[in-house]
């Protein structure tokens, strides 16, 4: 069972770059979320979808945009990469607005 | 805005002990509290919880406990064992229509399990 899948693990980008985290899902999950985790805290929400073509801003969604263009895909895009983006990005998807999420595996994200 | 947060960063047991972790939270209207292990190098994962009406909810080796009157919440784990080492975190749902699914995380307890 593949789950929620997610792409890279780690990654090293200077400040100023852009990148695009990966997030696949093969649950038929209408509700995908981007979290993030700083070392040592819980996981604060990034953005949310609750169907295709449908996100909203979570917690902490400054210097993040995303886009669900199909149930399966959710990335997370960091446009113009800041230190303060150092975490680990964790994706996650549920069947509907319950109490069970099933995560990714984590990215592991290094800005310098 | 609303916080979770645990009264214990570390929590050290011998295997076959009873470990208790420790939660308070803030948001009285949440409508469910969760409870998440998270092993090293990998996502959290789905342990139990509890609606807000509820005082008290059993799983495998695993029971969670809510007291509103004080806005504290508890997971036990019976028999712990090595494998139960990871970092636990409690989480609340936000209540309402629109909530979403979306988890307020506390910081989380690290449990070490010593053979």
């Known amino acids: 069972n593949a789950g929620v899948t997610q792409t890279p693990k780690f990654r090293i980008l200077k400040i100023g770059q852009s990148m695009t985290l990966q997030c696949t899902q093969d649950?038929?999950?209408?509700?995908m979320y981007w979290y993030r985790q700083d070392p040592g805290m819980g996981l604060k929400l990034i953005y949310y979808?609750?169907?295709?073509?449908?996100?909203d801003k979570g917690e902490v969604p400054n210097g993040y945009n995303v886009s669900r263009s199909t149930t399966e895909d959710f990335p997370l895009r960091l446009e113009l990469a800041a230190p303060s983006q150092t975490s680990v990005y964790f994706c996650?998807?549920?069947?509907?607005?319950?109490?069970?999420?099933?995560f990714g595996e984590g990215s592991w994200l290094t800005v310098v | 805005g609303e916080s979770v947060g645990l009264h214990l960063p570390t929590l050290s047991v011998q295997e076959g002990d009873n470990s208790i972790i420790n939660c308070a939270y803030s948001?009285?209207?949440?409508?469910?509290f969760i409870w998440y292990k998270q092993e090293s190098g990998k996502g959290p994962q789905f342990i139990i919880d509890?609606?807000?009406?509820?005082d008290k909810r059993q799983g495998q080796r695993v029971t969670v406990l809510l007291n509103k009157t004080v806005k504290h919440l508890s997971l036990q784990i019976a028999a712990t064992q090595p494998g139960d080492s990871a970092v636990y975190f409690c989480?609340?749902?936000?209540?309402?229509?629109?909530?979403?699914?979306?988890?307020?995380f506390g910081q989380g307890t690290i449990l070490t399990v010593h053979p």
């Open positions: 996650a998807s549920s069947p509907g607005g319950g109490n069970t999420i099933y």
């Open positions: 649950m038929n999950h209408n509700y």
């Open positions: 979808s609750v169907g295709a073509g449908i996100t």
């Open positions: 948001n009285s209207a949440s409508d469910y």
């Open positions: 509890i609606r807000s009406n509820m």
């Open positions: 989480a609340e749902k936000d209540a309402g229509g629109t909530s979403y699914g979306k988890l307020t």
